[in-house]
């Protein structure tokens, strides 16, 4: 047998170390055969074992790559199997020794061993020890030498430090060439060995070009005296061919991918471990063509046998999928082909388990599938963009939003999607935000939403035009892969409605809901904007109160009203010059803004025409109604306000409302900027010279210092008198309304202010100022609670009942959300009965009622309040009306009663009202009874109850507690009284 130094197994194990470092070792005769004085272990250990016995090895990293086979590496003993092609070293032996019989060879002693044998044999059974160089562990076992890029000797095995004679540290640095000299080269490089005492030794030599991690390489030299070249590779490519085959079958265990083969000729068959683990074939033996087929499951084997057929036949290939018949619930892709070997025909295949692989392809496709039904039926729109923000995919919901299919949509990117012209306006220049622009400091996978932004959109039909744009909020979410590649999901939703919602409930909060003029929020915020700019000081504002309104609404009705409103309202939007604009600031005051009253002649000039403007005659309901108005206007330098240069920028001739709005607008987040200091004090100004031409006897007034200074005034009292309800510094007088025959059947309570300072205040002083601060029902409270808790305690005269009191309402009506209540709670904590109590209301605020306050009133009505209608007769009033008024006592008005006794006309006027409230069951009180005639005649009339100066004066409620103690009212008692 040859001598072969080294060769390659797997890593090194400690077990297999038979004796210590240095240790003689005897070399076996014959491979097969270990010496008879060798210890039973020790032979079994130097033989080589099956190659069916050893695991497979796999290619460990690191691993060097050499010229020529891999061999041993460090710390494996060399075996002894011949079938392996890895000889165990052996001695030499002469022809007569090689010609002895065998049993006569085992028990003879060993010749002299070859030096290469002697050191490889002597140390491979022993484990590297601790402190071996680590370059030699990357190297096989025995003779090795490293160098460096120069040739030098960097470090050698043990083995070859023996075989030389010389010591590792001795070679160090010395040339290669001294130790090792190459004789041959070729594809088998032989060489010699110079050992010190000057012999050499017949070598082969392999070269190890590269050591991982450094720049050296080796020699490994194997002993060749007695075997020659073509011998040493046969067996060495044997050994490799092995190699491969197990580590072949390590890799195909590992990745659970099963081979086998057929050899046609002989019909032989071959499986790996895993071909017969995933076919259930028995895990050692022989397997025939029956067993192959009873391997797959029956429902399968018809088409594997048409497919087996077809290939061999013709050659196909075959692919397909079967399940094992040990276990229907696993599937198996197998594959085969035919191929031919030499005069052999050979079908060689592999077999692979994707039942898991399918069961995931399965879901997927189903998960896929779900996501595609699901974006089939959203009902918002759904989009899927690719890494270049191409639109990949839409659903029909975002078809039908932007009016294209989805062949026209497919590849459009993102941004194509935008209409700028809807976004920016026509006359924007800055650059768009992209679509889908990611937020600021962003990266990979990420969600998030945005503004609604304006998408192109088309007309149904066959034109398709774009047209109005649809706004649409979005929520991307983007999933980046290993590549970095990008997905965009983005769902489009529909927000134009809203907009339009919101766009009109920004206008209502702006706008006059009748006239759709700019109202009070709006002309503050212009004010506001106009005084913080460089036209401050002849900025205007004219409040304009149209005269004799009231008798519109009380003669024609409320709808007659609102029509001229309306009228009203298109003649000073058409007839105002650029730059000023008309507000409806309440119920008939109109208020003009004009950004520079200097820009139109002056403030004179401008109040004349929009006094021209307001003086017309109007046609409302086929009457033709003619109106004007009173006028106060104040501009900014009354209030002694300074231009701001550095102010925002005001055009005199642009709607001063409208550019605040459209601002305001533009805003995303409507944020208000800080009012102007001095706005509240024009507006106010402009609306105490509007009372100062109401009260003279021009139609137009101008702010000045004794308006301001009036201003300021009625400002001071409104103070005080929100502080008087809280002070209860306000009282009630009561003025009595009696009978024909002189008993009191009522009281009306009339408040009265006592102020610390000025003393008494009558009504007239401090109503308008209750009305202008909007504290007429917080006063009618006051006055509601107050009046039922001193009637409860009047007394009664005789067997006659106790007199009730009337409350007189004009901020508490019926119909305010808290009226009922706020009745029923006085009433309650009063103890006053429910029929001692009359509430009063002008005529207006009787008609034209809607069903659920008529249910209120008719709840009151029940309990046995009475409602009166106060002053009827004024302004248009019709006698037609009285009968569809929900009340039970009519109150005429003193201005018929004035000249009742003088004036044919008033006394027509006095006998039709009695008349026809006799006729409707309702009680006729005449108000303003002043003198006896005045009685004389309505006592004719049939008038059943009187109330005025003729019978008695306002006075506190101890004096008409005292009043009613004492009995009837004679007419002659308001002198004594």
């Not at 470092?21 to 097969?32: F, K, M, Q, R």
């Not at 009873?294 to 088409?303: A, T």
């Not at 109040?607 to 409302?620: F, I």
């Not at 900027?673 to 021009?698: C, N, V, Y």
Request: proline content about 6%; glycine content about 8%; hydrophobic content about 45%.
């Amino acid at each position: 047998m040859p001598r072969l130094a080294v060769v390659r197994v797997a890593d090194a194990d400690a077990s297999d170390v038979p004796a210590a470092v240095g240790e003689p070792i005897s070399v076996p005769v014959h491979a097969d055969t270990p010496r008879s004085d060798l210890a039973p272990e020790q032979a079994a250990r130097s033989s080589y074992r099956p190659a069916e016995d050893r695991a497979p090895e796999d290619d460990a990293p690191g691993r060097c790559e050499a010229d020529t086979l891999p061999t041993v590496p460090r710390g494996r003993p060399a075996r002894t199997d011949a079938s392996s092609g890895r000889p165990s070293p052996r001695p030499r032996e002469d022809a007569s020794a090689r010609r002895r019989p065998a049993h006569r060879a085992a028990t003879t002693t060993a010749p002299e061993v070859s030096p290469v044998e002697a050191a490889t044999v002597a140390a491979a059974p022993v484990a590297a020890p601790e402190g071996t160089d680590p370059l030699l562990e990357l190297l096989p076992e025995g003779p090795v030498v490293v160098v460096d890029a120069d040739g030098l000797v960097v470090t050698a095995s043990r083995e070859f430090a023996r075989l030389v004679g010389a010591s590792v540290g001795e070679m160090a640095g010395t040339s290669v060439d001294t130790w090792v000299v190459a004789t041959a080269s070729g594809s088998s490089e032989r060489g010699e060995v110079r050992r010190r005492g000057g012999t050499t030794v017949p070598v082969r030599l392999v070269r190890w070009n590269r050591l991982p991690g450094t720049p050296h390489r080796a020699l490994v030299v194997v002993d060749v005296s007695d075997l020659d070249e073509d011998e040493v590779v046969r067996r060495a490519v044997h050994s490799a061919v092995a190699d491969e085959r197990r580590r072949l079958e390590g890799l195909t265990r590992l990745a659970q991918v099963g081979s086998w083969e057929n050899d046609r000729t002989v019909d032989a068959w071959s499986f790996s471990s895993v071909a017969r683990t995933l076919f259930g074939l028995p895990a050692r033996g022989t397997v025939g063509r029956a067993t192959v087929a009873e391997c797959v499951h029956p429902m399968d084997r018809p088409q594997v046998t048409a497919r087996w057929t077809a290939m061999v036949e013709t050659g196909a290939r075959l692919d397909l999928e079967v399940r094992p018949a040990h276990d229907p619930s696993r599937l198996l892709h197998v594959r085969a082909e035919r191929t031919a070997v030499g005069h052999r025909t050979v079908v060689a295949g592999s077999v692979e388990d994707v039942t898991e692989r399918r069961a995931l392809e399965t879901r997927m496709r189903t998960s896929s599938r779900r996501f595609t039904d699901l974006l089939a039926v959203a009902p918002v729109g759904v989009a899927i963009f690719d890494d270049h923000e191409r639109l990949v995919q839409a659903n029909q919901s975002l078809c039908r939003l932007l009016g294209e299919g989805q062949e026209s949509l497919r590849g459009r990117r993102a941004d194509e999607l935008l209409d700028l012209a809807a976004e920016q306006g026509p006359d924007t220049v800055a650059m768009p935000t992209p679509l889908l622009a990611r937020p600021a400091g962003s990266a990979g996978s990420i969600s998030w939403s945005c503004a609604a932004r304006a998408l192109r959109r088309r007309e149904r039909g066959a034109r398709g035009e774009f047209t109005d744009p649809v706004w649409c909020e979005l929520h991307v979410s983007v999933s980046v892969d290993d590549a970095g590649g990008a997905t965009h999901l983005v769902v489009f939703t529909d927000v134009t409605e809203n907009r339009r919602v919101e766009a009109s409930l920004r206008h209502q909060a702006m706008h006059d809901e009748l006239t759709g003029l700019p109202n009070r929020r709006a002309l503050t915020r212009a004010v506001s904007h106009l005084l913080a700019g460089p036209t401050a000081r002849r900025t205007a504002v004219l409040f304009c109160d149209l005269d004799n309104f009231k008798r519109v609404n009380d003669s024609l009705g409320h709808d007659a009203g609102d029509e001229l409103l309306v009228w009203l309202a298109d003649r000073l939007r058409d007839g105002l010059p650029p730059g000023c604009t008309a507000t409806r600031h309440s119920g008939d005051e109109f208020v003009v803004l004009c950004a520079d009253v200097d820009a139109h002649g002056g403030l004179d000039a401008l109040t004349d025409l929009v006094g021209k403007l307001l003086r017309t005659a109007v046609p409302v309901h086929g009457q033709l109604v003619r109106v004007s108005a009173t006028i106060g206007a104040a501009v900014g330098a009354a209030l002694g306000l300074v231009a701001t240069v550095d102010g925002l920028e005001v055009d005199p001739f642009a709607d001063p409302v409208a550019g605040v709005l459209a601002a305001a607008r533009a805003d995303a987040e409507d944020t208000e900027a800080p009012e102007h200091p001095a706005t509240a004090d024009l507006i106010r100004f402009a609306d105490a010279a509007l009372f100062e031409a109401k009260s003279g006897s021009t139609r137009v007034a101008l702010a000045d210092e004794a308006i301001m200074r009036g201003a300021d005034e009625a400002l001071r009292l409104e103070m005080q008198l929100r502080q008087a309800l809280v002070n209860d510094e306000l009282v009630l007088h009561f003025q009595p309304v009696v009978g024909p025959d002189g008993c009191v059947q009522t009281a009306e309570a009339l408040v009265r202010w006592q102020h610390p300072e000025h003393g008494l205040i009558f009504p007239d002083k401090f109503l308008p100022i209750a009305e202008a601060a909007d504290l007429l029902g917080e006063l009618d409270r006051w006055v509601l609670r107050t009046a039922v808790r001193e009637a409860a305690t009047w007394p009664a005269y005789g067997d006659r009942p106790a007199a009730s009191v009337a409350v007189n309402l004009a901020g508490l009506l019926p119909g305010d959300p808290d009226f009922l209540a706020t009745v029923d709670e006085a009433v309650a904590e009063s103890g006053l009965p429910w029929d001692r109590l009359v509430l009063e209301l002008v005529e207006t605020c009787l008609a034209d009622l809607p069903p659920s306050t008529l249910r209120e009133m008719n709840e009151l009505i029940a309990a046995g309040v009475r409602f009166a209608v106060d002053d009827f007769g004024t302004g248009y009033s019709s006698l037609s009306r009285l009968t569809g008024l929900p009340a039970q006592i009519v109150k005429l008005d003193r201005g018929f009663v004035r000249g009742v006794a003088t004036g044919e006309s008033d006394r027509a006027v006095a006998r039709a009202v009695v008349e026809l409230a006799a006729a409707i069951g309702q009680t006729c009180v005449a108000e303003g009874v002043e003198d006896a005639d005045q009685f004389a005649v309505l006592r004719d009339l049939g008038v059943d109850a009187y109330q005025g100066w003729l019978f008695a004066r306002a006075m506190p409620g101890p004096k008409l507690a005292e009043i009613l103690a004492r009995g009837p009212i004679a007419p002659d008692v308001a002198d004594a009284s």
